[in-house]
C-alpha cells in the first residue's frame, strides 16, 4: 500500500465562486493526491472539522471575498484548539499584497494569487509536506 | 498506536481519523489495530448504500443520518469515492452533499479512496468499519463508489444493503438482470419527484414478484414465485420498495423505519447470525488471498514473474501452464515439514 497526501480544499465564507477551487482540486488529483472537497459556504468550524476527520494533511482554502482577514485568523485558532497546528494552510484567492505579511504571520504556508500555475502548488505542498515528514523523523 | 486505540475506545475524534489513516496506508498498522479492537466489535448496525453514480447516495446518506441523529443514536460514515487508474489520484466529494451534519460530535464522517479496488469498497474499509465499532458508532453507513451491475461488495460487508436507483437510467430489462439488484435488501427510488420514477417503481415490484396481486401475472394467472434472498437463504424478509426525494427530506422517515424493520427482522429470524458468519468468512478469504499472493511476492522475484507474464503475451507458454509453474514455488501442503525445509 502506497501512502497518499490528502488534501482538504475549502471555501470558506459567502463567495460563490468555486471555478478556482475545483482547478485546483482536479490538479492535485491529477498528481496523485486524495483530494477531499467540501464545496461552497463552508463556516471556518466546518472546515476544522472536516479536516480533523478526515486527518488532511494540508488544507487549502479558496477566498474572493475580501473576508479572508478574519476567516483565516479564526481557522488557525480553531487548528491550534484542536492541536492542529502541524497541519499546513494554503490560501488561493484575490489577496491584497498588503494583507500578504499579516497572513504569513497568522501561520499561512503558502498564499497564491491568480495567474499562479497549478504545478507550482503542486510543487508547495510536495515540498512542504516532505519537510513536514522530515521534522517528524528527526 | 496503542495510545490511538485507547483513544479509538474513548470515542475521540482525532484519535479515530488518525487510527483510520494508519489501517488505510498500511496492512500491518491494520493488523495491529483489528487485533486490539476486535473484542470490541460487533455492536454496530452496519448499513451499505450503493447505486449507479448520481442516483443520489450521499443526499441520502445525509437524510438518513439526520434521521438517525433524532433518534439519538450515534452515526459512523464511510464514503468511498474511485481512485484514478492513472495518477492513484482521488477527488473525494461526498461530504458537499452531507453539510447539513456538521457541528454534530455524533457523527464522523470519513471519505475514502477505492485505492485500485474493484468491488465497490475500498480495500481498508473492512477495517476501518471495525474501528468506527468500537469507537461506539451505533449505526454506521457506508456509501460505496458510484456502482453500476456488477459491484456487491457491500452486501458482504453490510448487515442491511440499500440499493438507490434513479429514473431515466434504462429500460425495465434492466430490472431484470442479475447483479446489484439481487443484493438489496431495501430498494429506494431516488428523485421520485421526477417523472418516469413511478415506473422504475413498478418494474421493480415486478421484478421482486411483489405485484399488487402477490405474484406476477401472466395471461391472467397468477404465477407464484419464490425468490431466494441475497445470501441464498430464505429469509421472509419482503424487500420494499421505496420512493423518496432525498434532496427535500421526502420518504426517507419511512426509509429509516424499513432499516430498523431489517434490523429487527434479522435479529428476530436468526438471520444476524447467519450474515455475520457471511461476512468473516468472507473476509477471512480476502485476507488469505491478500497474504498468500504476498506470499507469492516473496518466493518469486518480480523479475520471474514479468518473464512469465511475457513468455503468456507471445504466446510461449499459455496462461495455465504459467500459473501451475508459479505454484511449483509453493510446497503442497502435506509437504511442509521440517524435512522438506532442510533439503533446500
Not at chain 2, 31 to 42: D, N, S
Not at chain 2, 320 to 332: D, E, G, K, S, W
Request: overall charge negative; glycine content about 10%.
Amino acid at each position: 500500500m502506497e501512502i497518499k497526501p490528502r488534501i482538504l480544499i475549502a471555501k470558506p465564507g459567502l463567495d460563490g465562486h468555486d471555478r478556482g477551487a475545483k482547478v485546483v482540486a482536479r490538479a492535485l488529483r491529477d498528481a496523485g493526491m486524495e483530494v477531499i472537497y467540501t464545496g461552497l459556504r463552508q463556516t471556518p468550524e466546518m472546515i476544522v472539522e472536516s479536516a480533523l476527520q478526515e486527518d488532511a494533511d494540508a488544507i487549502g482554502l479558496s477566498i474572493l471575498s475580501g473576508a479572508h482577514l478574519p476567516l483565516v485568523a479564526r481557522i488557525m485558532e480553531l487548528l491550534t484548539e484542536n492541536e492542529m497546528d502541524d497541519v499546513p494552510v494554503f490560501l488561493g484567492g484575490i489577496i491584497p499584497p498588503d494583507d500578504i505579511p499579516t497572513l504569513q504571520g497568522m501561520g499561512v504556508a503558502g498564499i497564491f494569487g491568480p495567474g499562479a500555475s497549478t504545478q507550482e502548488i503542486v510543487h508547495f505542498i510536495n515540498d512542504t509536506l516532505a519537510a513536514a515528514q522530515g521534522d517528524r523523523a528527526v | 498506536m496503542n495510545e490511538l486505540i485507547a483513544g479509538v475506545l474513548d470515542g475521540r475524534a482525532r484519535a479515530i481519523a488518525r487510527l483510520l489513516t494508519l489501517v488505510e496506508n498500511s496492512e500491518s498498522a491494520a493488523e495491529t489495530a483489528v487485533t486490539a479492537l476486535y473484542p470490541h466489535t460487533g455492536q454496530a448496525h452496519i448499513i451499505g448504500i450503493t447505486g449507479p453514480p448520481g442516483s443520489g447516495k450521499s443526499t441520502l446518506v445525509n437524510e438518513i443520518a439526520k434521521r438517525l441523529r433524532q433518534q439519538g443514536q450515534r452515526v459512523g460514515i464511510l464514503a468511498i469515492d474511485p481512485s484514478s487508474p492513472f495518477t492513484g489520484g482521488a477527488l473525494l466529494g461526498d461530504r458537499v452533499r452531507m453539510r447539513d451534519l456538521a457541528g454534530d460530535s455524533g457523527v464522523f464522517i470519513r471519505s475514502m479512496a477505492s485505492r485500485g479496488s474493484l468491488g465497490g469498497l475500498a480495500q481498508a474499509t473492512w477495517a476501518a468499519i471495525k474501528v468506527l465499532d468500537a469507537a461506539g458508532f451505533a449505526k454506521i453507513l457506508v456509501e460505496t463508489v458510484g456502482a453500476g451491475q456488477a459491484e456487491v461488495d457491500i452486501a458482504r460487508a453490510a448487515h442491511t444493503t440499500l440499493v438507490v436507483e434513479a429514473p431515466g437510467m434504462g429500460d425495465d430489462v434492466q430490472a431484470f438482470k442479475a447483479g446489484i439488484l439481487e443484493i438489496a435488501d431495501i430498494l429506494v427510488v431516488n428523485k421520485a419527484d421526477r417523472p418516469g420514477s413511478e415506473r422504475v417503481v413498478r418494474s421493480l415490484e415486478l421484478m421482486l414478484h411483489l405485484g399488487p396481486m402477490g405474484g406476477t401475472r401472466h395471461h391472467g394467472r397468477i404465477l407464484t414465485a419464490t425468490i431466494p434472498a441475497a445470501n441464498g437463504t430464505s429469509s421472509g424478509w419482503q424487500i420494499p420498495v421505496l420512493p423518496a426525494t432525498a434532496s427535500e427530506g421526502r420518504g426517507t422517515a419511512e426509509l429509516v423505519t424499513q432499516i430498523q424493520q431489517h434490523l429487527a427482522h434479522l435479529q428476530m429470524s436468526g438471520e444476524w447470525q447467519e450474515r455475520e458468519q457471511e461476512r468473516c468468512r468472507h473476509e477471512l478469504r480476502q485476507l488469505l488471498q491478500m497474504r498468500l499472493l504476498a506470499r507469492l511476492d516473496t518466493a518469486v522475484s518480480q523479475n520471474e514473474q514479468d518473464a512469465l507474464v511475457t513468455a503468456v503475451a507471445a504466446r510461449e507458454i499459455d496462461p495455465y501452464t504459467a500459473v501451475r509453474q508459479l505454484l511449483n514455488h509453493f510446497p503442497a501442503n502435506h509437504e511442509v515439514s521440517g524435512k522438506s525445509a532442510s533439503t533446500t
